[in-house]
Nanobody, 125 residues
Framework: QAQLVESGGGVVQPGGSLRLSCAAS????????IGWFRQAPGKEREGVSC????????VYASSVKGRFTLSRDNAENTVHLQMDSLRPEDTAVYYC??????????????????WGQGAQVTVSS
């Protein structure tokens, strides 16, 4: 059964760091674009970052650019989202998703084939 599993969420103080991982099972991530999304209580799901399935090119939302870094490890069939300088407004459930698509449309949630179950990230003092 093909699925994505996130890990690495938790509680951190403002200015701290967390690394989220998205591991695939039942299929290989090679060739798939991976998108990270987040959803805070009472808000719509929003795109955070995406990585290309071919050359590893990335895009970031303006709210996280310079603080988050997305990378992929095809040997481990895993994608990592390194989150630094975290802020209270980063608090949300974070989801990874996979699809064969271009980075130009990677924030369109309707284009994804696979979704993880979500990982809670809480930034609070």
């Amino acid at each position: 059964q093909a699925q994505l599993v996130e890990s690495g969420g938790g509680v951190v103080q403002p200015g701290g760091s967390l690394r989220l991982s998205c591991a695939a099972s039942g299929f290989t991530l090679d060739g798939y674009a991976i998108g990270w999304f987040r959803q805070a209580p009472g808000k719509e799901r929003e795109g955070v970052s995406c990585i290309n399935g071919r050359d590893g090119a990335t895009v970031y939302a303006s709210s996280v650019k310079g603080r988050f870094t997305l990378s992929r490890d095809n040997a481990e069939n895993t994608v990592h989202l390194q989150m630094d300088s975290l802020r209270p407004e980063d608090t949300a459930v974070y989801y990874c998703a996979a699809a064969e698509l271009s980075l130009y449309v990677c924030y369109d949630i309707n284009r994804y084939d696979y979704w993880g179950q979500g990982a809670q990230v809480t930034v609070s003092s």
